[in-house]
């Protein structure tokens, strides 16, 4: 007798679906490891789900993780009032081949990630939803707990809130790498004025430590003093520093080696040829999904 070595039916539907769940749950919360913490409750609650009763798995399982993803959200609210310095999102290794779907790279971007957080939970909730994942109006209600109704105000709310902070442009591949190259040899060659030519005049640099690793207390804004503050920091390692170009939430960004072990993660937002966003993760807590690439996907 051949035993069938096939999944359940309960456990292939959820591995069909874990990467786009992944994604739910990522942009929710801006959190990898809490986004896989996420999918380990939303799997003990569909393993006793009745699978006959189920009409769309897909959109069972994403009104499960939302859910989860909702608590969690509120008690990563409360773990952020207490976080020492500025807080980032926690950088994914990306695809080359999710800058290619636009929405998808955008979404989930370090930029746009920081201004879901300036929105409430619920609202953050169906704005990811509805505006990147396409979920109707019936089906967020059901993952929110609240009417087609409420859902349409919160989404009109919500989208109008992140269309005023959202990025404006999205930049050509060929343009991001010319920026790229660009900021890498202004930087290597201490050529503090190349670095400011690249670097838009309302430019915003954020780094994240955790209280673990050093990190700037307060945003640095104006292209003078981040390219001030940025050749001031790598200047004197420059004999023990390597750049390593990499895709990071879609976007262009940069490991960077300090004697061969991981400092950091420079990640960057550009705009019109210039770079407005510069995002340095150095939470040594944050820094496991550099190492290779996490699968995002809508």
């Known amino acids: 007798m051949i035993e069938d070595s096939r999944p359940d039916p309960a456990t292939e539907a959820f591995v069909t679906h874990r990467n786009l769940l992944f994604t739910v749950a990522y942009e929710m919360l801006g959190s990898a490891a809490d986004a896989e913490d996420v999918l380990q409750e939303t799997w003990l609650r569909w393993a006793d789900v009745d699978l006959a009763a189920v009409r769309d798995q897909r959109a069972y399982l994403v009104r499960i993780t939302t859910r989860q993803a909702l608590n969690r959200l509120r008690t990563l609210g409360r773990r952020k009032e ?21 929405e998808l790279a955008d979404s989930v971007s ?12 619920i609202e953050r909730a169906v704005f990811v939803l509805r505006d990147v994942f396409d979920l109707d109006y019936d089906e967020i209600a ?14 009109h709310r919500a989208r109008a809130h992140v269309a005023a ?19 890498q040899r202004a930087v290597k060659t201490g050529d503090l004025q190349g670095l400011i030519d690249i670097l838009a005049p309302d430019v915003v640099m954020l780094s994240d430590g955790g209280g673990v690793k050093q990190a700037m207390p307060k945003p640095v804004v104006g292209a003078d003093r981040a390219a001030r503050v940025l050749s001031g920091g790598i200047t004197k390692f420059l004999d023990r520093i390597v750049f390593e170009p990499v895709q990071v939430n879609g976007c262009p960004a940069l490991i960077m080696r300090l004697d061969g072990e991981i400092d950091g993660v420079l990640a960057m937002r550009i705009e019109n040829g210039l770079i407005n966003g510069l995002y340095y993760v150095r939470n040594p807590e944050k820094l496991s999904r550099v190492e290779q690439e996490t699968a995002v996907t809508r």
């Open 82 to 102: 207490s976080y020492v310095g500025p807080w980032l999102p926690e950088p994914l290794l990306t695809a080359p081949d999710v800058a290619d779907d636009v």
């Open 110 to 121: 370090m930029a746009m990630l920081l201004v879901l957080e300036t929105l409430a939970p």
């Open 142 to 155: 059901e993952a929110v707990d609240k009417t087609p109704a409420a859902v349409r105000q919160i989404a």
């Open 165 to 183: 902070r959202r990025p404006r442009d999205i930049a050509s591949p060929a343009e991001t790498r010319a920026v790229l190259d660009a900021f």
